[in-house]
């Protein structure tokens, strides 16, 4: 556990980099990309007071697809998220795993030298 401690306490001795999520760096000039269908901005022709009235039904109509666009877009972006903190999370786990195990291999090795020296 010592050596656990030493390692994260270590990890903010030096500098931080940005890692990479598959083949991408992960640093703020990474573009998302959601995969939601944006609606078409509808053209109003208005010549009288009923294609006013069917022009008010359409706008009413496209704020509503607006409405379900943002809020697709807020679903994948929420989901998105979580999904790259837990990758993010998995990876880290599997860094300080490799590291801890080749440091108990290191002291393991060391230990079995102090029997030369008695």
Known sequence: MRYLLLIFLLSYAVPTYAGTF??????????????????????????????????????????????????CVNREANSDAQDLANA?????????DDVSSALESAKSDLESKKSIIK
Request: hydrophobic letters at 30%; one cysteine or more; proline letters at 3%.
């Open 22 to 71: 598959g083949t991408q760096d992960v640093d703020s000039s990474v573009d998302w990309k959601h995969k939601c269908s944006k609606p078409q901005k509808p053209s109003f022709t208005v010549s009288d007071v009923d294609s006013y009235n069917s022009a008010v039904k359409d706008f009413n109509a496209y704020v509503s697809e607006i409405e379900s666009y943002i809020n």
């Open 88 to 96: 993010v999370q998995k990876g880290a786990q599997r860094a300080v």
